[in-house]
């Protein structure tokens, strides 16, 4: 196989860092997008409608952490490069071929011209301190999975190393090349288009733990559902808390056709990641796994 295809210009193609480096999934887009619908209706048409302020209380408190775990999860995950170490430098060519500016001199002795250039050398100085808990934050998302490592992984042997010819780099055994991001994956798993990045060694551990968190959402959206369907049936007054909620708009089959719309949406979307999750507990039970 020859080496890396040249776009018409002569430039390399570009290589996929992570998932929120555009373009956007179709899919992805529609994750996100269902997410924050389910989000919104569960704290506008599910809740609120328990029939007991201290139902409401109990479903909140245990929806929150849980919708913001996965929103949290999903970030992390889709943020995480998991190129595999051998390609990594490849990723560092845009700092180094970035454009000078007298703020990015600050390091260097280039002498000062004029009082105006000074101010502007020591801006970035003074807003240093500010840009520490921001740099914390980027730094939680974007860092791999802690891992335990053990010297045959630090230390590709030359007979486990492979050349990836796409990458023209050594990458290890397990490593696999990604046409969507075109680059290697370090112990690559799958592509995973929801996220528009792909599922590896550095970040399986999030993945899996956003694919039982995202469940645990969405059970609880679909049981919350149910029970918010029962009450505006069973319940005789339900037409009098839905206007006092929403207003005389809203009458009871509307108000139930919105609550089974999104309490469907919920269901089936737990059928599709149920079973990747029961898929890669048998891969855990077998030991094919990154964990």
Aim: aromatic share 12%.
């Amino acid at each position: 196989v020859g080496g890396k295809a040249e776009r018409g210009d002569g430039a390399m193609p570009m290589v996929r860092k992570h998932g929120w480096q555009l373009p956007a999934h179709t899919f992805q887009i529609v994750a996100i997008t269902v997410f924050f619908l389910l989000v919104v209706a569960f704290y506008a048409f599910f809740a609120p409608f328990l029939g007991k302020q201290i139902l409401e209380y109990v479903a909140v408190g245990i929806y929150t952490p849980v919708a913001f775990a996965v929103f949290i999860l999903y970030i992390r995950c889709t943020s995480i490069n998991p190129a595999d170490p051998g390609i990594m430098s490849k990723f560092d060519d845009g700092h180094v071929n970035a454009p000078e500016s007298n703020t990015g001199l600050q390091g260097t002795n280039m002498p000062a011209k004029t009082g105006i250039d000074i101010n502007i050398r020591m801006q970035p100085l003074k807003r240093r301190s500010g840009c520490y808990f921001g740099g914390f934050i980027c730094a939680f998302f974007v860092k791999e999975d802690c891992r335990k490592s053990d010297d045959s992984e630090n230390q590709v042997d030359a007979e486990d190393a492979l050349f990836c010819t796409l990458c023209n780099a050594e990458v290890r055994k397990f490593s696999k090349h990604c046409r969507s991001c075109d680059k290697c994956v370090d112990g690559f798993d799958h592509h995973c288009r929801w996220l528009n990045n792909c599922v590896g060694r550095k970040n399986y551990f999030t993945f899996f733990a956003l694919m039982t968190t995202s469940l645990l959402w969405l059970a609880i959206e679909v049981g919350v559902g149910i029970a918010v369907l029962v009450m505006c049936f069973a319940n005789t007054n339900a037409e009098k808390i839905i206007q006092d909620k929403l207003g005389n708009g809203l009458t009871r089959l509307p108000f139930a056709t919105i609550v089974g719309i999104f309490t469907l949406l919920s269901l089936v979307a737990c059928v599709p990641l149920g079973e990747l999750f029961f898929f890669h507990m048998l891969l855990i039970r077998k030991g094919d796994h990154h964990l």
